[in-house]
């Protein structure tokens, strides 16, 4: 059974960090280009960065120097280091392969107080 599982969520002030984390099951991880998305109320869903098997990264203007991804196949688990947050940050985020989307997570609230 596929699932994703979001944790590390909370309300922080501007400036401050958090560490999300995602723990996949019942799929090959360490093959698997993983993703972080966010959904702001009232927004769609946006892609946030990405990291590719070999460890490659790639991240969005708007979080790109704040932002770190990172992966532990080992662990079969995705990180994202987020640093410098601004109140527009405010979103719940998400964990998905980046190819053939798997079934969505309950995602994880990040809430940036000014």
């Known amino acids: 059974q596929v699932q994703l599982v979001e944790s590390g969520g909370g309300l922080v002030q501007a400036g401050g960090s958090l560490r999300l984390s995602c723990a996949a099951s019942?799929?090959?991880?360490?093959?698997?280009?993983m993703g972080w998305y966010r959904q702001a109320p009232g927004k769609q869903r946006e892609w946030v960065a990405t990291?590719?098997?070999?460890?490659?990264?790639n991240y969005a203007g708007s979080v790109k120097g704040r932002f770190t991804i990172s992966r532990d196949n080992a662990e079969n688990t995705v990180y994202l280091q987020m640093n410098s947050l601004k109140p527009d940050n405010t979103a719940v985020y998400y964990c998905?392969?980046?190819?053939?989307?798997?079934?969505w997570g309950q995602g994880t609230q990040v809430t940036v107080s000014s």
């Open positions: 998905n392969a980046v190819y053939n989307t798997l079934p």
């Open positions: 019942g799929i090959i991880f360490s093959i698997k280009a």
């Open positions: 990291i590719i098997s070999g460890g490659s990264t």
